[in-house]
């Protein structure tokens, strides 16, 4: 022993402990990045029971290439199996083959992947309620629309602007209410601006240049009977999302077009948040791809804002995806009302963000250990194994970084490489798939013919490969473990010992301290597993150097070999 001051000490101390599984029943499977330990992990309601977090919103980034979109089909496919309904709004057909899946799987039933074509838009009624009640949500929601409508992205509305349409869409849903002839729609809605309320203001005398009621009618034109985009919100019917769990818009043939992209999402939100209210103690998922660039704009903070409290309060969660990370630097949006309102942050793969991670760092509020542990991501993976890790923090409080790793049947369903899909479904119309409902016995009978040859083939080679894989660990094992047999004493502790010596089955390491009680030691099992040695109680043995012949404990400190131990030891 030596004294020293206590900085210097503290050195000696495990700076990470072994990744412990959580005791909620909801979670996904991640794995422990140090052991490939599978690990249940809940980021979404233990938090909160446990004051970590008082939302369940996520914020996701990570840069083309990283594996986010990969990682968001590993989460979303766990939250679907556990009993959640999930509407993804999607920029690029990453979650094609997911719903593909499900749709099969569940013949028809479930996995609905719409697609917004000129044949058959995305479209609904805004001022359409079942209950006849508008209340202050549902007006601000209505609201928000025709702002998005009228204004472009870089041009907020004027107060006095904002008070004459609202006041519009008040009188025009109480018109509804005291007139059963008015039908709700945005026609109806338009000719009320046009005639009603456009005397209202005469009478007023407002001035043009506080509301500019031409200009205001000629720019929502084209939504109105017989305009460019009169389908979008005069819908007579609503679409059904209540009794379907897993549902994909694909908007990516608009994703470039600045008048329709922010319209549909919002109708899309909308219909969302409609089956929320109705959907009473399920859990509720909203994801955003990259559509979120279409809400986060000026006069768009107070409906986000909106969204985030309304799925909050009917056990729903909105998880909002990027890529890019200039869209998150440059726009207050996205700090005020998303990253704000979402208390778990995903990260993936930053290293092409390490010259403007300062920024990224300030923006998330991330402290200088989580900095380092985001920067830690990929760098020291075992290239035999298939997987990419990704850093969760919980309110600022708690955070780790896990490895997201996958059979070989998940992978295929969740790969976005597009050479990887093609593949994949060519061979799923080749081999017929799971079976379609309408599937012919034949067929049936030559699948079944199929998967029990294959049956056949798989458990001859699990009989004649297992073995020798089983082989090869013990090998591997004995060859790792074999040199560090022997006694070793403690640098530390005066006194205290380990021994390592082969058991019947493994390699057994015993501990033995004066004054501790134990007459014949501590022992645990010593085993080797990817270029790592561990105990069975949870500690490792982290360095081994031959030159020196010294082995450190975490926890326990350093030991020096006294004698190696003879093979008939041993």
């Known amino acids: 022993s030596f004294p020293t001051f206590l900085e210097q000490a503290l050195c000696f101390f495990a700076g990470e402990t072994a990744y412990r599984s959580s005791p909620s029943p909801f979670g996904i499977k991640l794995v422990d990045r ?77 996995g ?13 009624n805004p001022f ?25 992205e870089d041009e907020a509305p004027t107060r006095s602007e904002e008070v004459a349409l609202s006041n519009a869409v008040n009188l025009y849903l109480t018109k509804i209410k005291n007139d059963p002839a008015v039908v709700p729609s945005f026609d109806t809605f338009y000719e009320f601006v046009a005639t009603d309320y456009r005397r209202l203001l005469q009478q007023k005398k407002v001035r043009e240049k506080d509301f500019d009621w031409a200009n205001f009618l000629n720019v929502l034109e084209p939504f109105y009977r017989g305009g460019e985009y009169d389908y979008l919100l005069n819908s007579n019917r609503q679409m059904d999302l209540l009794h379907k769990r897993f549902i994909v ?141 990704v850093f969760i923090s ?43 409902p309408n599937a012919a016995a034949g067929s049936g009978r030559r699948r079944a013919m199929r998967r029990y040859a294959f049956g056949i083939v798989g458990t001859a080679l699990a009989l004649v490969v297992l073995p020798c894989l089983l082989l090869l660990t013990v090998d591997m094992e004995e060859r790792r473990i074999a040199p560090l047999s022997g006694r070793w004493a403690s640098v530390l502790h005066p006194g205290a010992t380990a021994d390592i010596r082969r058991g019947p089955e493994c390699y057994i390491l015993t501990l033995r301290r004066p004054g501790e009680g134990f007459r014949h030691g501590r022992t645990f099992r010593l085993r080797y597993r990817r270029g790592i040695y561990y105990l069975d109680a949870g ?27 003879k093979k008939h030891d041993s």
């Open 34 to 110: 140090l052991s490939g330990i599978p690990l249940h992990l809940d980021i979404s309601d233990e938090p909160i029971k446990r004051g970590i977090t008082t939302n369940r919103n996520k914020f996701v980034l990570g840069p083309s290439g990283s594996g986010k979109s990969f990682f968001m089909n590993h989460l979303i496919r766990h939250y679907y199996e556990q009993g959640a309904h999930v509407l993804l709004i999607d920029t690029g057909n990453s979650y094609k083959g997911l719903c593909e899946l499900i749709h099969r799987r569940t013949r028809g039933e479930d």
């Open 249 to 389: 818009f694909e908007l990516d043939n608009i994703s470039e077009n600045r008048t329709l992209l922010p319209v549909v999402t919002i109708i899309i939100m909308e219909t969302f948040l409609a089956k929320m209210r109705r959907l009473q103690g399920v859990r509720k998922v909203l994801l955003l791809e990259e559509a979120w660039k279409a809400i986060a704009k000026e006069g768009m903070a107070s409906y986000v804002k909106y969204l985030y409290k309304t799925v909050r309060k009917y056990f729903g969660e909105a998880i909002v995806v990027t890529q890019e990370v200039e869209d998150i630097i440059s726009s207050p949006i996205v700090k005020e009302s998303i990253i704000n309102n979402a208390d778990c942050k995903i990260l993936l793969d930053q290293r092409k963000y390490r010259n403007k991670f300062d920024q990224i760092q300030t923006l998330l509020g991330l402290t200088d250990k989580e900095r380092a542990q985001v920067l830690s991501i990929n760098l020291s993976n075992d290239p035999a194994c298939r997987y990419k890790e």
């Open 394 to 436: 919980l309110g600022g409080v708690q955070s780790a970084v896990y490895a997201t790793e996958v059979s070989d049947e998940e992978y295929l369903a969740f790969t976005t490489e597009q050479t990887e899909k093609m593949e994949v479904y060519a061979l799923a119309e080749k081999l017929d798939g799971d079976s379609w």
């Open 128 to 152: 359409y309620v079942e209950d006849g009640v508008y209340d202050v949500e549902k007006r601000e929601s209505i609201k928000t629309l025709i702002l998005t409508l009228w204004k472009r």
């Open 539 to 565: 500690r490792r043995v982290a360095l081994y150097a031959p030159t020196t012949n010294r082995l450190l404990l975490l926890p326990g400190g350093s030991y020096r070999r006294i004698t190696n131990l």
């Open 112 to 124: 609905i992947y719409l697609n917004y074509t000129d044949e058959a838009p995305i479209c609904f």
